[in-house]
């Protein structure tokens, strides 16, 4: 972001940009004078990065701590300094996304709830409270937070709001191995110059790690960059495991239209006008195998997820939203949902929890890509019941927003998104209410 990377085509402009340094520069000042001398974490890979995607997720970032920085409570400021300063520095990318997504989903919530109560059932004292993140974000102690991520305040009451990953460990062991041998046909076939390929691999979701050994082995290495096209096929136990490559198409970017990429192509390259790109290796993956593998490991999960939030929330009688991200791409969105339906909320085990949502991230920044979203499903069997205001809240019909200790709500429209970084990807919420089929004393949260 330093460099001036070209925006053409994507959803923001050069001034979009600017404003983004601007909180970046913020940010620093505030929370981490000198960072940009020394800048350190995952953040500061993406500043080195300096292309057109990862410019793009910097601006996306900047207007969500643009929102909060303006949609907390007076007591939240320390905990929302310690999340600064550890946004800043984090080099895991397991804590790094989940605080991103942590991020995310409060600015997409703000403009149609605030202010927001970070970490509302911490004690009040400034020390306790980043002692407590801290060691949350560390690990140190080994236990779940007390306390919820925020919590929003509605006319009826108080609603407790967790923001949390869902991952399947087989389905992470899987990815670090392909991405294994990802990298090992990176350096095999991405070094050679003239050589563009757009590969494709197929594995079980058990497989022997000497597998990727063989895949990488040179005889295949040549086939690959001799041949434009080709297919290669490995027995794995009763399973098959496939590599496929094909021309990885470059186009100018002046000219470029990702309508004209054909749909079977995964990657492709971008080139300023009369430049040359030397080489280019494009890869995407794909477990195989029975569909109800995956369908029987995320119900495992889930399980066990809510098992922790629920030892997290216990003692508490305040509505519980429960928002979850797939903690990988191959995991289905709608398997989430129907798992809620068909064996979360039928259990009285879990009448605790009030709602759930799904949040989607941005993927892409393309013009016409669709932008993040949030998806809910109420509890019909939950205790405390949602109530028709936070169900009003969820399905996008109502705004509150507490003025001076004052909850003021009002009718939300769809409207074109509020202007924050101009057209901010999240700059609005537009929440959509899935239904699976007490009013509260109101509460002050400060």
Known sequence: MSSAPSLSGTIYTDNDLQKAREVWADVERRYMPGWFTKPTGLVAKLFQADTQYVACLLIDIAAALYILSRNYTEKSKPVFEAKMKFLLTVADEKMFDELLTEIFVAANLAPAVSPMAFEPYVPRDRKGRIIRFLRNIMKTNGQQPPSPDYAILLPDGVVAVEVTMLYIEQLEKWQRRVNAIRDLLSKK??????????????????????????LCERRITNDVMRRERGEVQ??????IARLRWRPMPIYERSTFDVRDVPAEVNSWIITAPRAA?????????RPTGNPQQIAKLMFRSLKNTLERKRDQFRGKNDRYVLVLKLGHHRMPSGLLHDLFRSRIWPNSAYDWLTCFGEFQPRRHYMKGSPGSSLTFQINPNGSPSAGPLLTALLDSKKMFHTDKGIIKASLRHEPASQAVLHHSPVSGFRGKLFRASSMFPSRTIT
């Not at 991405?190 to 563009?196: D, K, L």
């Not at 490995?234 to 399973?239: A, H, I, K, P, R």
């Not at 790109?277 to 993956?285: E, Q, R």
């Open 189 to 214: 076939i991405g070094a050679e110059e003239g050589i563009y390929r757009d590969v494709d691999l197929e594995l079980p979701l058990d497989f022997d790690p000497k597998l990727g050994n063989q």
């Open 277 to 285: 790109a030397k080489n280019g290796f494009g890869f995407k993956s």
């Open 234 to 239: 490995l027995s794995v136990g009763q399973d």
